[in-house]
Nanobody
Framework: QVQLVNSGGNSVQPGGSLRLSCTAA????????VGWFRQAPGKEREGVSC????????YYIDSVKGRFTIYTDIANNTVHLQMDSLKPEDTAVYYC??????????????????????????WGQGTLVTVSS
């Protein structure tokens, strides 16, 4: 049974940092594309970043470029989202998702904004990030 577990959310002040984790059970996570999404109160879910399983390419939406980093921890079967220089507008519940069991063809990019959300079939439970002074 495939399971994704999200962790790392917390309350921080503007300018602070957090590292979110997406740990998988039942699959080898880095073989598949993983996306991070977020949903702020009263807003629609949006994609934030993604990493392609086949080639490790990473993608970010403009509002987080230079502040967020997505990367794979193969030893721990985990994909992290390192978030630096956090802003109040980053406040949201953050979810990871994977395209297991249908990995996209080699070289196919993922969409950081989540336009390809229908290609994700397993989701984490979410972790809350609050950025406030």
């Amino acid at each position: 049974q495939v399971q994704l577990v999200n962790s790392g959310g917390n309350s921080v002040q503007p300018g602070g940092s957090l590292r979110l984790s997406c740990t998988a059970a039942g699959i080898t996570l880095h073989y598949y594309t993983v996306g991070w999404f977020r949903q702020a109160p009263g807003k629609e879910r949006e994609g934030v970043s993604c990493i392609v399983g086949s080639d490790g390419q990473t993608y970010y939406i403009d509002s987080v470029k230079g502040r967020f980093t997505i990367y794979t921890d193969i030893a721990n079967n985990t994909v992290h989202l390192q978030m630096d220089s956090l802003k109040p507008e980053d406040t949201a519940v953050y979810y990871c998702a994977t395209d297991y069991p249908y990995p996209r063809p080699y070289g196919t990019p993922c969409s950081p904004g989540g336009e390809d959300v229908s290609e994700y079939h397993h989701w984490g439970q979410g972790t809350l990030v609050t950025v406030s002074s």
